[in-house]
């Protein structure tokens, strides 16, 4: 999709905590002679529901669905072992004041 658009750079929600493929990436990359922001390379997942509830943001809906991976090249699914954790993570922003009940 990147080649079509013929853009000089994109902006990717990628951070270095998701994988250990991830651990090494930085600010700013070159990619296939584009430029690749992370602007949120080194964000917690506690740093996200901050900004979030912060400037009054939503979760993107498939999140509650256990969709906790967008993908736009590889396949979005389902994670069978998220499903069980959020509604642990919910309870557990709720009760930082992190998410509006």
Same mark, same amino acid.
């Given at each position: 999709m990147v080649?079509? +658009?013929?853009?000089?750079? $994109? %902006?990717?929600? +990628?951070?270095?905590?998701?994988?250990s493929t991830r651990a090494q990436i930085e600010t700013l990359s070159v990619h296939n002679g584009r430029y690749k922001l992370h602007? %949120?390379? =080194? $964000?917690? =997942?506690?740093? %996200?529901?901050c900004y979030l509830a912060e400037h009054d943001l939503p979760? @993107?809906?498939? $999140?509650?669905?256990?969709? !906790?991976? %967008?993908?736009? !090249? @590889?396949?979005?699914?389902?994670?069978r072992w998220a499903i069980k954790g959020l509604a642990r993570a919910r309870e557990a922003y709720e009760t930082f004041g +992190? !998410?509006?009940n």
């Open positions: 080649p079509e +658009l013929d853009c000089g750079t $994109w %902006i990717a929600g +990628l951070r270095r905590d998701q994988s602007p %949120i390379f =080194d $964000w917690s =997942d506690r740093q %996200i529901g979760y @993107h809906p498939l $999140w509650e669905q256990a969709y !906790v991976s %967008i993908g736009d !090249v @590889h396949p979005t699914e389902k994670n +992190l !998410v509006a």
